[in-house]
C-alpha cells in the first residue's frame, strides 16, 4: 500500500497515543550503556525506532523485543560489533549516535537513506577537525566514516540548528575519562527536546548541570544505571488525532503525561487559542467539534506541530501565521514547502515564507490529489483535515507514517475513516 483514497467523514473514538518517538530513543541508548539489564516498556516499534534499537545491538547491546516493551542488556564497554550501521532515516538515530561511535576508538560506518543522506552534520565535523579524529563522508553526505576518540574539552555549540547535536553530547560525554562543558553560542531553540534528555539521563543515572542552559557541567567517568523505564505518548501523534476530534465529532486521547516536558505539549494551548473544545482529564484529552479560528503560532520550540496546524489553520476562520520555522526545510523533507503546496493544490490559500507560513482560511477544501513527500508528518497532516474536504483526498507515499507512526491508518478506519488503500 502506497497510496490511500480518503473519503470525507467526521471521525470519533477513543484512542492510545503511540509512546514518544524522543522518549524510545533516549531511554533505549541509555540502557545499552547501562551495566545489566533494562526494561523499556510502551514502546512503539516504529521505523525510526527500530533504527535506533539495530543502531545499539551494533555497538554491543543485547536487545529482546516483546509486544510492546524491549528488555536491553546493556554494554559499558562500547564496541564495533557491526561496524556498519544503519540509521534508516531517522535524524535522531543518527545525531545521537555519531558521538557515541566517537568514543570507540575503532572504525564505524554510519549509512542512511533519503533525506537523511544529506541532513546536516557540520557541528560534528567541526569537532571532529578541531579533535584530530578521522572522518569521511560522500560529497559531505552519507555514508559517514567516523574513527577515533573524543576528548573532554569545552564544546562550543550553536543552540539554534538542531538540539539533536546537544543531545548526541548529552549522552556521550559522561563516558569520557575527564570533565566536559557544552557552551550553548546562540539562543536555544528547541529547548524541550533537552529537558527530555536530561530527565532520561537522570532516571540512568547520569548527573549533568547547567546554567540557565547556556552552559552544562559534564563530569566524566559516570556509569550508567540500569533501569525499568516507561515511555510516556507523544504529543506531536496527539496532535493529529486532537486536529481530527476538533474537525470531528468527540475524540479521547489517552497515555498521555500533563506533565511531560515534551514542547509539542503546545498542542493544547495551539488547540485552545484556535478557539477548540479541548477537556483535559488525568490521563487523556479530548478534543470535541469546534468552530477553529486563526492565530499567531511560534514554532521555534515545538517545530514538528507546523504541517498539522498549518493544516488546521486553512480550514480555520480568519488568518494564521506560522513564525520562527526556518528549520522545517531541513527535516525529512522541506516541510515549509511541502505542507504549502499541498494544501494549495486542493484549495487552501498559503502564503510560503523564508522562515513561516501565512493561512488564510477557508470553510472548506475542494480535495483532490497530494503528495506526502516521502514525509510522514505530511500525509498525517493531510489526513487530520480530510473531514473538511468536499471531495475524495487522494494521498500518494502514504506508507511513509511507517517512520512515526506505523499503524496511523488502521487507527484513522478505528475512528471512522472511509479509506481505499493501494
Known amino acids: 500500500m502506497n497510496t ?3 473519503h470525507p467523514q467526521k471521525l470519533s473514538g477513543n484512542i492510545k497515543v503511540p509512546s514518544s518517538k524522543s522518549g524510545c530513543h533516549r531511554a533505549i541508548i541509555c540502557a545499552a550503556l547501562a551495566k545489566g539489564k533494562s526494561t523499556i516498556r510502551n514502546i512503539y516499534f516504529s521505523q525510526d525506532i527500530l533504527a535506533t534499537l539495530n543502531a545499539v545491538e551494533s555497538l554491543g547491546a543485547v536487545v529482546e523485543k516483546y509486544d510492546e516493551y524491549v528488555i536491553i542488556e546493556g554494554n559499558e564497554n562500547l564496541y564495533a560489533k557491526n561496524k556498519n550501521i544503519d540509521c534508516g532515516e531517522s535524524g535522531s538515530t543518527l545525531r545521537f549516535i555519531i558521538p557515541l561511535a566517537a568514543t570507540i576508538g575503532e572504525e564505524i560506518i554510519l549509512t542512511g537513506r533519503g533525506k537523511l543522506v544529506e541532513r546536516p552534520l557540520d557541528v560534528y565535523y567541526n569537532i571532529f577537525k578541531n579533535q584530530n579524529i578521522y572522518y569521511k563522508n560522500s560529497l559531505g553526505k552519507l555514508p559517514l566514516t567516523v574513527n577515533g576518540k573524543l576528548k573532554p574539552e569545552v564544546y562550543k555549540v550553536r543552540g539554534d540548528i538542531s538540539s539533536q547535536f546537544i543531545t548526541g553530547l548529552l549522552i556521550a ?3 569520557l575519562n575527564g570533565d566536559s562543558e557544552i557552551e550553548i553560542t546562540t539562543k536555544l531553540e528547541s529547548r524541550p527536546y533537552i529537558d527530555i534528555t536530561l530527565d532520561v539521563l537522570e532516571k540512568f543515572g547520569i548527573e549533568i548541570k547547567h546554567s540557565n542552559y547556556k552552559k552544562f557541567i559534564i563530569h566524566g567517568s559516570q556509569i550508567y544505571k540500569n533501569c525499568d523505564y516507561t515511555v510516556e505518548g507523544d504529543f506531536s501523534q496527539a496532535a493529529f488525532l486532537l486536529t481530527m476530534g476538533a474537525l470531528g465529532e468527540s475524540l479521547i486521547c489517552s497515555n498521555l503525561n500533563l ?4 514542547g509539542d505539549k503546545a498542542i493544547i494551548d495551539i488547540l ?3 478557539g477548540c ?3 483535559i482529564s ?4 479530548i478534543a470535541s467539534q469546534s468552530e477553529t479560528s486563526g492565530t499567531v503560532v511560534d514554532a521555534a520550540q515545538c517545530p514538528d506541530l507546523v504541517p498539522v496546524v ?3 489553520a486553512s480550514v480555520s476562520s480568519g488568518t494564521t501565521e506560522i513564525i520562527n520555522a526556518g528549520r522545517l526545510r531541513i527535516k525529512e523533507s522541506d516541510r515549509l514547502k511541502a505542507i504549502s503546496s499541498e494544501l494549495n493544490k486542493i484549495g487552501a490559500d498559503v502564503v510560503e515564507k523564508t522562515d513561516g507560513l501565512i493561512i488564510k482560511g477557508k470553510k472548506n477544501l475542494n480535495g483532490g490529489s497530494v503528495s506526502s513527500f516521502n514525509d510522514h508528518r505530511i500525509a498525517m497532516s493531510l489526513a487530520a483535515i480530510s473531514s473538511k474536504c ?3 483526498l487522494t494521498i500518494h507515499g502514504a506508507n511513509c507514517v511507517k517512520k512515526s507512526y506505523p499503524g496511523f491508518w488502521n487507527d484513522f478506519e478505528k475512528l471512522g475513516g472511509d479509506i481505499e488503500k493501494f
Not at 506533565?259 to 515534551?262: K, P, T, W
Request: proline letters at 4%; zero cysteines.
Open 272 to 274: 485552545k487559542n484556535m
Open 277 to 279: 473544545n479541548i477537556e
Open 4 to 6: 490511500v483514497v480518503i
Open 390 to 392: 468536499t471531495d475524495t
Open 259 to 262: 506533565s511531560s516536558y515534551q
Open 282 to 285: 488525568e490521563d487523556s484529552i
Open 310 to 312: 498549518a493544516a488546521l
Open 173 to 175: 560525554l559522561p563516558l
